[in-house]
């Protein structure tokens, strides 16, 4: 893969998305191809224990140190034995601290180990699993137990790596992997993991920044506090993954961000399902009745984010929530959010095209709609569709208290109850070019008050 600072970083960000084929390890649900140079490992070594065959396994706590010693190996392959299948396991299992290179990525792969020195990858989550962390099933109504070390760290020196697989169940909300290289780490993918009730699956320690990564081909049922979280990540791809928390909640004082990033740039999501994040549990730990659950959350640190063909659906608050200086959104929706997109920021470039917003949810002390805006945005040829007392449009407060929100609309289709308010929340303006508002067209320049939507002369 070419390195991220050889090339600009929209083209190389850009080009993530329109292909990842190839660059990423073992087709999905094939036997990883037999690799004379690839190292072995099982969870406890054989025969002389060097990793040049599965009869000679090396044992998984020395897979970073043998995998340092090889000279020419650019796969190692961990696997588990059929009969062997999940593997139960608890604490750290692995710290890895080996790095490929710019031309030649390490590739480590997880799966099922076979008869000709190569293991096989599942395709989802409904696949036996290849490890279990040990620990109670969570009972409806009952607070998960977020603890447990991850299977495997991620230290400094883990670089130019493709990570693919395994199937798994469970892990504590520090992930089953975890990134802590403690400075920069360049060039990493994770793909083809499946997942169920996991507290997370990717995780990073503050003060890890990753520059160049791809996630994709990925699936999660119930996930605690989200599927990954980074707190400084720039150029990204994330693709094909079909999350869903699946109601599982970890109560107020541990909501779920299915996938959260801090500070970064040149983010890009394609083809992601988002679903069933909703934090109602002890809710008031938190310092309110706020109910949480979040799809995509960007916070205000990040820039330049490009989000197409993405699908969020029952969200406790909000699908896609956006303070990222610069959003361009195509082809997504949000259905049974409380707020089905979230945008903060007041960048004059923020744009959502054809995107479908329907059936918001109120909770308690909270209103829903299908459009949240606290900076400026413009939506072009979107559907709006909201029922009961709800507006379809909320103008909220931003980090910028001075400015109020303005949103431009070109054109598509907007539906509420009669008698309902366009928008309500926080002052806000907006411009409606040729939109259908309950099979009327609708042009205009309108101010919300607070209080009542009035018509503004050009």
């Not at 960000?13 to 140079?37: C, E, F, Q, Y």
């Not at 469970?170 to 993918?189: C, E």
């Not at 379809?392 to 509420?416: N, Q, W, Y």
Request: charged share 25%.
């Amino acid at each position: 893969m070419i390195a991220p600072r050889r090339i600009g970083r929209r083209l190389f960000i850009a080009g993530l998305l329109s292909s990842t084929a190839g660059i990423l390890g073992p087709v999905r649900g094939k036997a990883t191809p037999t690799n004379p140079d690839a190292l072995h490992f099982l969870p406890r070594s054989q025969g002389a224990g060097t990793g040049a065959t599965w009869a000679d396994a090396a044992g998984f706590r020395r897979a970073s140190a043998i995998a340092a010693q090889a000279e020419h190996a650019q796969s190692c392959l961990f696997g588990v034995a059929e009969p062997d299948l999940p593997h139960l396991w608890t604490g750290q299992q692995m710290l890895w601290g080996q790095a490929g290179t710019e031309t030649d990525p390490l590739c480590l792969a997880f799966g099922a180990r076979d008869g000709d020195g190569a293991v096989h990858q599942p395709q989802t989550y409904t696949d036996p699993p290849l490890f279990e962390m040990t620990g109670h099933d969570i009972r409806p109504g009952e607070r998960p137990n977020l603890g447990g070390a991850p299977f495997l760290v991620f230290g400094s020196d883990s670089a130019h790596l493709r990570i693919s697989g395994p199937v798994f169940d469970r892990s504590g909300g520090d992930g089953f992997f975890k990134i802590d290289a403690g400075d920069m780490v360049q060039n990493l993918s994770f793909s083809d993991i499946h997942a169920r009730r996991a507290g997370r699956v990717i995780e990073t320690e503050r003060g890890t920044c990753i520059e160049g990564l791809v996630v994709e081909r990925c699936t999660a049922l119930g996930l605690i506090r989200g599927f990954a979280r980074f707190f400084d990540l720039s150029e990204a791809a994330f693709c094909d993954l079909d999350l869903d928390a699946d109601f599982l909640d970890g109560g107020g004082g541990a909501v779920c961000q299915i996938i959260s990033v801090t500070r970064g740039h040149d983010l890009g999501f394609r083809n992601i399902r988002l679903a069933k994040a909703v934090n109602t549990l002890a809710a008031e730990e938190r310092g309110s009745s706020y109910i949480q659950g979040d799809g995509i959350v960007l916070e205000e640190d990040t820039r330049d984010v490009r989000i197409a063909d993405c699908h969020a659906e029952d969200m406790g608050d909000g699908g896609f929530d956006l303070k990222s200086d610069g959003v361009h959104m195509t082809n997504c929706t949000a259905t049974r959010c409380k707020l089905g997109i979230r945008i903060w920021s007041h960048n004059a470039g923020n744009l959502i095209e054809n995107c479908t917003l329907t059936e918001p949810v109120s909770r308690p002390f909270n209103e829903g709609s299908c459009l949240w805006v606290a900076g400026n945005l413009t939506a072009r040829d979107c559907t709006l569709h909201s029922t009961g007392d709800m507006s379809p449009i909320r103008f909220g407060g931003g980090t910028d208290r001075d400015r109020d929100a303005t949103l431009k609309i070109e054109g598509g289709v907007i539906t509420h109850t009669e008698g309902v308010s366009l928008a309500t929340g926080t002052p806000g303006e907006i411009e409606l070019v040729n939109v259908r508002i309950n099979d009327t067209e609708t042009s205009g320049r309108f101010y919300w008050n607070g209080r009542r939507l009035r018509r503004r002369r050009w």
